[in-house]
């Protein structure tokens, strides 16, 4: 297939949520629980899963993904593409054509300016944007006229539903975010903690890693939408409780992320209250093995900060240390214990679609512990003084080991450790508040961004079906440093010229089965470099109440994506 057959294929696979309301608000109060509270609600400040999620509500991209990974218009009038001539023939632009009569949430038009601006607020040299890979290639935004934005590319984009498509590229207000540029873009905190929105819904009160409070907007595009006119979106505590407030006391509407062993889910089902429901897209469950040296001796200019290869990690840099701590995983044992038919085990990153799914790594779905002590003798990490504990050089393999406060998480974390001590790694476990642990502050020492450790595990995943911009997220250039106030998504510190280039070649490159076979070399490149160990396909798993109708679960976007459409069943 060429890439013109792609491009003129997407508007087939639109979807529309029909109209089903009579008035807005009719439905009253809808309550939401995300057991990992947001630290604020502008996504570009915090590379969080929560932080977009609750943001969706109020601001929108111009295009989402629905249920099925198909491309939605919610603030265009359609999808560009070639045959409609949105889409260049040279593929070095796409031209949008914004709905008219959009309003933001305080009234005033929704415009081309507002798109642009979102581009130069994101990309600002002296600020650090947690989803700035989604404006890779981009040489400018144009707005010809208000409800026209063109994007220009550097070279021909063969896959340009990028900048500005889905949950993790929202549009933010020109008038509001006006004085917010580079680093001063922290210190808005009026404008991050109140965003000023096209979608559905406006803050009423926002309290970090608390609640939120919002109501209808009054100015949404669409006069009967949405149906609920409030809604307590509420953070905190852990997933067991979120569970049990939707599915045994009713307390709650929606409760989202519930990892959590699938016996107790289906106890808690059984209730008869509401519906657990599962949506796999491309969310891995990984190790992240830090590639810079976390020493606190170091102080914070250098500790974890890389340095172009002067401040590497005492021995995670090297592959064959890594390869070890893999083999002695059992995955399939860590999906039964904790997912169910909410996880299968994987070996890659980067575990769908099919068409970018590797299979040249599928070796670590079986543990082999004794193979892995093998390759760390081999390798000349040997237990010398019998300690049980492994070193080379008068270095020593213990590392710290940390994760977000969650069950199923600590239950990995226990059988982690018991078989990395078994092949001679001494393990310390730490587990953080998930609100603190996947927080924006960049002056927390305990965000999984700053990355005060040797390892640490966490799930991420990408919006949409390509996974051009997800696969950019580890160019060297993505990695947070205090320059950046601690943003960017290479979180591992993996740096490769390697990488790099092939990044930019998929980014030029059109025929779907290269495409893939590109994402697989920097799958593989990853993977056998050991920066990061991925353990489990996670499914997105939550629950809603029996009585709350219009969800329509994602994993390819928010799941919140259409909550406009969500209303109250008799």
């Known amino acids: 297939m060429n890439v013109k057959t792609l491009l003129l294929g997407a508007a087939a696979s639109l979807a529309f949520a029909p109209a089903a309301y009579a008035e807005r608000g009719e439905d009253g109060h809808l309550n939401i629980i995300y057991w990992q509270a947001p630290s604020t609600l502008n996504p570009f400040l915090s590379g969080g899963t929560k932080e977009v999620e609750s943001s969706s509500m109020i601001i929108e991209p111009l295009i989402r993904f629905n249920e099925a990974g198909e491309m939605v218009p919610m603030l265009v009038s359609e999808i560009p593409t070639v045959e409609n001539g949105g889409v260049s023939e040279d593929l070095q632009s796409i031209t ?39 404006f890779d290639g981009v040489a400018s935004v144009e707005a010809p006229d208000p409800l026209t934005v063109k994007v220009n590319f550097t070279e021909p984009k063969p896959f340009p539903y990028t900048a500005f498509v889905g949950s993790e590229s929202p549009i933010i207000q020109k008038a509001q975010f006006s004085e917010c540029m580079g680093a001063k873009a922290p210190e808005c905190t009026d404008a991050n903690f109140g965003p000023i929105g096209t979608g559905p819904f406006v803050v009423d009160e926002f309290r970090p890693n608390d609640v939120i409070s919002l109501s209808a907007n009054p100015n949404y ?26 599915l045994e006391t009713g307390e709650f509407d929606y409760a989202w992320n519930l990892q959590l062993a699938p016996e107790v889910l289906e106890e808690m089902e059984a209730a008869g209250n509401g519906t657990v429901v599962v949506a796999f897209g491309t969310s891995v469950e990984r190790l992240h093995l830090n590639q810079t040296n976390p020493d606190p001796s170091l102080g914070p200019d250098q500790r974890s900060v890389f340095m172009d290869g002067e401040n590497p990690h005492p021995f995670l840099t090297d592959p064959e240390v890594g390869k070890a701590l893999s083999m002695a995983i059992d995955r399939q044992l860590i999906v ?3 997912y169910g038919q909410a996880g299968q085990a994987t070996c890659n990153v980067l575990p769908a679609p099919e068409a970018y799914a590797s299979t040249a790594n599928d070796a670590c779905l079986t543990q082999d512990i004794e193979g892995a002590k093998q390759v760390l003798e081999d390798a000349g990490w040997t237990d010398s003084d019998g300690d049980g504990i492994r070193e080379k050089d008068g270095q020593k393999l213990s590392v710290l080991f940390q994760t977000s406060t ?24 730490r587990n953080i508040d998930a609100s603190v642990f996947f927080g924006g502050d960049p002056s927390s020492p305990d965000t999984f961004q700053k990355f005060y450790a040797d390892i640490e595990m966490y799930t991420n995943n990408f919006a949409g079906v390509d996974p051009e911009a997800y696969m950019a997220n580890w160019r060297c250039s993505e990695i947070p440093t205090p320059a950046t106030q601690w943003q960017g998504s290479n979180i591992q510190r993996f740096c490769n010229e390697e990488y790099d280039a092939l990044v930019t070649e998929m980014s030029k490159t059109a025929e779907l089965d ?6 697989k070399q920097m799958n593989d490149l990853m993977m056998q470099g050991y920066s990061i160990i991925p353990l489990v396909h996670r499914g997105g798993q939550s629950a809603h109440a029996n009585s709350l109708g219009g969800v329509k679960m994602t994993d390819w976007d928010s799941e919140l994506w259409n909550i406009a459409d969500w209303y109250r069943m008799d």
């Open 96 to 134: 949008y054509k914004l709905k008219e009569g959009v309003k933001w949430s305080d009234g005033s038009d929704f415009t081309a300016e507002d798109v642009v601006f979102t581009w130069e607020y994101c990309t600002h040299p002296e600020g650090g944007c947690a989803q700035s890979s989604y």
């Open 221 to 246: 595009r669409e006069a009967d939408k949405p149906a609920f006119a409030t809604i307590t979106f509420k953070g905190g505590g852990d997933a067991a409780a979120a569970a049990r407030s939707v």
């Open 336 to 338: 039964d214990v904790g």
């Open 406 to 429: 969650n069950a199923v998480r600590q239950d990995t974390q226990a059988l982690i450790k018991q078989w990395w001590e078994e092949i001679g790694v001494e393990t310390e476990l």
């Open 514 to 519: 290269q495409r893939g076979e590109l994402a």
